[in-house]
């Protein structure tokens, strides 16, 4: 009985010489590359999906961290990965970013991958405390004018100095950036009066209590209100500027030159599994915002254009590695 399925696989391949392990895809355990550490957004976000995704492939989706480098390690050993389907990543939205993190970066974002589709994306939520003069977003950037000196704002990554660069378009006035390890440092700097205003995500301020600890949400900076924090108001809604939008996301991509087949099986199962209702649920109370199109087609056209309008962005902002 062992034997079974060999044996059935072997018939039919001798049946329809033709056919190649592409076309019983998959066959084994797909190994999905996280470049972070457990715990974090991408993480959490990861982990119940790939156990629907592994129901619906009818084979295990396995999770495998890989941090370093700002995702950059993760990312090249995939890149550098057979091209069977069996070796997965995911992609978050700085992917595009990579020449602004390394000199040397080992791989083209674009050429060396082959996307699946996005599943969540994880706006920036710009808070301060209660200690400051202000409790909005355009009270914070009048403050700033009439103080000349502008206002200090901490951000963690490559996209929340791009935010701090619109900002700057938005208010003309002196934005002073400090960079942090990590999102939750610049909640308890905000909190405790060391720093004016800050860059961080609605996971990490959901950890907060906001009645406790006096903490102001200013503005969130998605195109339209986040589902996980419907109170917030969006930069675009109190600035009047419509393009503003800054959101990290996060995706699946395996390396250049998947066969067709493998990429439509992977886009199918992840659009299928990201219409679960009971998976919108829980990634919406983690505080992350699902995508509502996960295909293949749509992350390309959101890799491109990322790659160019961030790009631009990040060359204004004289941000380098």
Same mark, same amino acid.
């Given at each position: ?50 156990? =629907? %995704? ?6 295990? *989706? #396995?999770?495998? $961290?890989?941090? @370093? +480098?700002? /995702? &950059? ?92 660069? =619109? %900002? ?6 002196? *934005? #002073?950036?400090? $960079?942090?390890? @990590? +999102?939750? /440092? &610049? ?102 915002? #699902? ?31």
């Amino acid at each position: 009985m062992r034997l079974l399925p060999m044996t059935v696989l072997m018939t039919v391949f001798f049946q329809f010489p033709s056919l190649s392990l592409a076309d019983v895809y998959p066959s084994k355990p797909i190994r999905w590359i996280v470049p972070f550490a457990p715990g974090g957004s991408s993480d959490s976000s990861a982990r119940p999906i790939a156990s =629907l %995704l592994s129901a619906e492939l009818g084979q295990q *989706v #396995v999770i495998e $961290n890989k941090p @370093g +480098a700002g /995702a &950059i390690l993760g990312a090249d050993f995939v890149a550098k990965a057979p091209a069977d389907g069996y070796t997965l990543l995911l992609v978050p939205g700085t992917h595009t970013l990579g020449k602004y993190l390394s000199k040397n970066l080992p791989y083209d974002p674009i050429k060396d991958f082959t996307p699946v589709g996005r599943m969540v994306s994880v706006p920036y939520v710009l808070v301060t405390g209660p200690k400051q003069p202000f409790s909005s977003l355009m009270e914070m950037i009048a403050y700033g004018n009439q103080q000349g000196s502008g206002f200090s704002f901490g951000t963690t990554d490559v996209l929340g100095m791009l935010s701090v660069e =619109l %900002l700057k378009s938005v208010s003309q006035t002196k *934005v #002073v950036q400090i $960079n942090y390890k @990590g +999102a939750p /440092a &610049i909640v308890n700097d905000v909190l405790g009066g060391h720093l004016d205003s800050g860059a961080t995500t609605p996971p990490v301020v959901k950890g907060f209590s906001k009645e406790k600890n006096g903490l102001r949400m200013l503005a969130i900076t998605s195109a339209k209100r986040s589902p996980s924090l419907p109170d917030v108001p969006t930069v675009a809604e109190l600035t009047g500027i419509k393009s503003f939008e800054i959101a990290t996301w996060y995706g699946i991509a395996g390396p250049a030159g998947m066969p067709v087949n493998v990429v439509e099986r992977l886009e199918k199962a992840l659009i299928k599994v990201m219409a679960d209702p009971g998976l919108k649920t829980k990634l919406i109370d983690m505080g992350v915002d #699902v995508i509502e199109d996960s295909s293949a087609k749509s992350m390309t056209a959101t890799m491109r254009s990322n790659f160019d309008q961030w790009g631009k962005l990040a060359d204004k902002a004289g941000i380098k590695p």
